[in-house]
């Protein structure tokens, strides 16, 4: 385990910001809330307070919690400040330096340490998700409005994913050959909550890949990506999680009989951005430094991957109007934009539509709709005006979080729209043929 000053703001991250505040406008929370500290720019001033000796407070413990992460101010800002960097490396510091209660203490330690890595864990939740729904219990509860009697309980409850038969996603640690000719070998991540909530999601995603030439391996050994940890400030555990999926991907290649591994992919854009930046968990590892990095160089999305080849174009035409939201941490970590959109524009039939200030966070941000749940769904109210604005039949997204947000948008705001994954619609427009 690294000691745990590594795990905080650095000096010369903190330097770039110049405090011009062209960050501002791009932030969820200081659009809704109004607050300078609770702004890109304020939160650094704090971090700057506290690296040079003031005290972590309750005070600024919330304003960096109240953060949702998007990266919106990276996209926005002139000087190049890493904020997505600053602001996680700002939790692992309160994380080390909190003591937090003893419930609180014990309900993470068994969400980020047991839960998300333990595939038997994420299954018997799924069946457990599974029985509630189709028992009739859900539909009465929330028709009766008793959750309201538990607090905030039902607009939690709103924003859980539909448990999908079978549970898990069941095809970790086999390989699927490609359709034809083979031109790529690709390993896919599958996620942890990804193969309770979108198995189905995830099975696509590996035949539109096969429908491209792809042979593609699911490594056996894989597990949670650590998205959630990195974003929780447990960098321990994120760690651990990163030695064991990359480890994962070199035991492919070690027993691959014809090359190696040409791209990794996933398909969930939150995950994505913390695949690519597993070299930042390692910085001061040297024997895991460098593999990060060979990890990270063939680290793709799989909307990134796709645009990136020469594309299957049998696909039968869909007769649809479908706008695109980015997911943020694919437009602003990534930096991928074009790529989800050239795939929609590909499938004959589609009608596109830009969505007005698509990259506006919906307000998911991994599990922050579940602890901030009222500021939220304040910022998805407006995500929704804007799809309104477009007028679409379809919203396609590429975050499953982002996708959970969009629903429970659509069941309070919207007018039926459908919301689907990018590679949903490919492999729907793949399988019409």
């Not at 018997?124 to 009465?140: D, P, R, W």
């Not at 430094?289 to 049998?314: G, P, Q, W, Y």
């Not at 749940?373 to 007028?391: F, P, Y």
Request: aromatic share 6%.
């Amino acid at each position: 385990m690294l000691p745990v000053e590594h795990d905080k703001p650095k000096q010369e991250d903190l330097d770039r910001c110049v405090h011009c505040g062209l960050c501002l406008n791009a932030c969820p929370t200081y659009r809704e809330l109004g607050v300078e500290m609770d702004s890109p720019r304020g939160r650094i001033y704090q971090m700057v307070q506290v690296h040079e000796g003031l005290a972590i407070s309750d005070s600024y413990r919330e304003h960096i919690d109240l953060c949702l992460a998007c990266r919106g101010c990276e996209s926005a800002c002139p000087s190049g400040v890493s904020y997505g960097r600053l602001v996680e490396a700002a939790r692992a510091d309160i994380e080390n330096n909190t003591a937090r209660p003893w419930l609180s203490r014990a309900l993470r330690d068994f969400v980020f340490r047991r839960l998300l890595p333990s595939p038997m864990l994420l299954t018997a939740a799924g069946a457990m998700l599974y029985m509630y729904q189709v028992s009739g219990l859900q539909k009465v509860l929330r028709a009766t409005g008793l959750l309201k009697l538990f607090g905030g309980l039902a607009e939690r409850e709103e924003l859980s994913p539909e448990a999908e038969i079978p549970f898990f996603f069941r095809q970790i640690g086999q390989t699927f050959p490609a359709e034809g000719e083979r031109r790529y070998r690709v390993a896919f991540m599958a996620g942890c909550i990804a193969n309770v909530a979108f198995a189905r999601l995830n099975e696509a995603t590996v035949r539109v890949l096969q429908k491209n030439g792809c042979e593609v391996v699911i490594p056996a050994d894989q597990t949670c990506c650590g998205a959630l940890h990195v974003h929780a400030g447990i960098r321990d555990q994120a760690r651990i999680l990163a030695k064991q999926n990359i480890d994962a991907v070199s035991a492919v290649e070690k027993t691959a009989l014809e090359g190696g591994i040409d791209a990794i992919i996933t398909n969930a854009a939150g995950c994505g951005s913390t695949l690519k930046e597993y070299d930042e968990l390692f910085e001061h590892d040297p024997a895991y430094h460098e593999k990060a990095l060979a990890f990270k160089a063939r680290m793709k999305d799989v909307t990134e991957f796709l645009a990136s080849i020469e594309l299957n174009k049998e696909m039968a035409p869909m007769r649809a109007t479908v706008t695109y939201q980015d997911s943020c941490h694919l437009a602003h970590g990534q930096k991928i934009r074009s790529a989800p959109r050239q795939l929609l524009r590909a499938i004959p039939g589609l009608s596109f539509r830009e969505m007005p200030l698509s990259d506006m966070c919906c307000g998911s941000a991994g599990i922050y709709s579940v602890l901030h749940t009222d500021l939220s769904m304040n910022i998805l109210e407006k995500k929704m005006g804007n799809v309104s604005l477009a007028n679409a039949e379809v919203i396609a997204t590429a975050n499953p979080g982002c996708m959970l947000q969009l629903q429970a948008g659509v069941r309070r705001w919207g007018h039926g729209e459908r919301v689907v994954h990018v590679i949903e619609l490919l492999d729907e427009a793949y399988r019409g043929v």
